[in-house]
């Protein structure tokens, strides 16, 4: 005798989820929590200094060098540019650190998001009142508005003012950027310490660096036990009331362990011996890449400024 079952596949199964209407008549759109948001801010932080890091490792131009000479020359470099009045000559030097970009292996889009994202654009901001004639006379080219029978808006000499300080800082960063991505954390230290920075300033920079992402990540534990442990999800205002509980809370708790921590963490670095100097364990050695890269900079520096100066008169 022969039993054939037959198993069917529940109805539930095979229904279509019902999707969120983008006009919300359909289901309900839940916002998600800011501690969650910020906590995923923080881990991208995490994320893109892990890949600063894989960047650093790699085999560009600007890895192959010393880090004291990309130091003094990026220095230099910073310093040049602070001096510069001319629009095009900071964006010729911009596309300068831009191809220094490429020539060392970094993402394109990654290294013009990362200069531009933040503080030009801020840059940009406080800067706009100044292209308005009411700050900056001069000839204007959008009419905004009539005052006593004068025309008043965003005027010629304002936009250039404005945009030479937007070229200036955005150089600027890019030249710190490209410094930062392209040297390991620990061989920028001992390169400062090299060229005689102070001790405790290098101890200082060295150690906000690691309790960074060691409180970062700290925070990430305390939120994901947190979560692990909530049995009913919060819904509406309770939920912010939980968050704000939450950070209080958690705030005191990282501070507490954030005290704890730095007296033990100071206790075991002098009991090895540590006298504030940053080590690694390869040493520094010129080479000739380091010197070609060194006249570059210079001749580059030299090139910048009897540009300026020429273009200025």
């Not at 001790?199 to 309790?211: D, E, H, N, P, Q």
Request: charged content about 15%; some cysteine; overall charge positive.
């Amino acid at each position: 005798m022969t039993t054939t079952t037959t198993t069917n596949t529940p109805a539930w199964l095979l229904q279509p989820e019902v999707g969120l209407c983008p006009c919300g008549c359909i289901g309900k759109r839940r916002k998600g929590s800011f501690v969650g948001k910020t906590l995923a801010g923080a881990t991208g932080v995490l994320r893109q200094a892990m890949f600063s890091e894989d960047v650093a490792a790699g085999r560009g131009l600007l890895q192959r060098l010393d880090p004291r000479v990309k130091l003094v020359t990026m220095v230099g470099l910073l310093v040049v540019v602070a001096l510069v009045h001319s629009l095009p000559i900071l964006v010729g030097a911009y596309a300068a650190t831009v191809a220094l970009a490429v020539a060392s292996g970094l993402s394109l889009g990654y290294f013009i998001k990362r200069v531009w994202l933040f503080i030009p654009i801020f840059t940009g901001i406080v800067v706009l009142p100044a292209t308005l004639s009411v700050v900056t006379p001069g000839e204007v080219l959008l009419p905004l508005w009539h005052w006593h029978g004068h025309t008043h808006g965003v005027t010629e000499q304002g936009l250039h003012g404005a945009g030479i300080i937007v070229a200036r800082v955005a150089t600027s960063i890019s030249l710190v950027v490209l410094l930062t991505l392209t040297t390991p954390w620990a061989r920028l230290l001992a390169a400062l310490r090299a060229l005689g920075v102070p001790k405790i300033f290098v101890l200082i920079i060295g150690m906000a660096y690691r309790y960074l992402f060691l409180l970062l990540d700290a925070v990430d534990d305390m939120y994901t036990a947190r979560k692990a442990r909530t049995l009913v999800a919060d819904t509406g205002r309770g939920e912010v009331k939980s968050g704000r509980r939450f950070v209080a809370a958690g705030a005191g708790t990282l501070f507490g362990k954030a005290h704890q921590l730095s007296e033990e963490v100071h206790q075991a670095m002098t009991a090895r011996g540590y006298t504030g100097n940053a080590r690694t364990l390869s040493g520094f050695r010129l080479r000739g890449v380091d010197i070609a890269f060194t006249l570059f900079a210079a001749a580059l520096a030299v090139a910048i400024l009897v540009a300026d100066h020429k273009v200025g008169r």
